[in-house]
């Protein structure tokens, strides 16, 4: 089982920035990624960026330039560099374990507020 706690959410300006964290624990034999998604209410979760196991990332079109994923010292800890922030970047922030081997499950963290207010 593999726990994953988000932290770092809460409320900044239009143009500001925050920086989201996502610490993973517990075991598991599969190796992963870590990714960062988000939802309004009534809106399908969506991907916001990632980071596989050679540190390779990616990043939605949308936050592409304003936001930066990376990982800590532990393997096991991510971050998310939010800056130039918009209102529409107002969602509820997940971190998603992304298994190498698909047989592998993914999991989710429990979720962290970003309220971005212009």
């Known amino acids: 089982q593999v726990q994953l706690e988000e932290s770092g959410g809460g409320a900044a300006q239009a143009g500001g920035s925050l920086r989201l964290s996502c610490a993973a624990s517990g075991y598991s034999y599969c190796e992963y990624g870590l990714s960062w998604y988000r939802q309004l209410p009534g809106k399908e979760r969506e991907f916001v960026a990632g980071?596989?196991?050679?540190?390779?990332?990616n990043y939605a079109d949308t936050v592409k330039g304003r936001f930066t994923i990376s990982r800590g010292n532990s393997k096991n800890t991510v971050f998310l560099q939010m800056g130039s922030l918009k209102s529409d970047d107002t969602a509820k922030y997940y971190c998603?374990?992304?298994?190498?081997?698909?047989?592998?499950?993914?999991?989710w963290g429990q979720g962290i507020e970003v309220t971005v207010s212009s």
């Open positions: 998603k374990t992304e298994p190498v081997n698909l047989l592998c499950r993914a999991y």
């Open positions: 980071i596989d196991t050679e540190d390779g990332t």
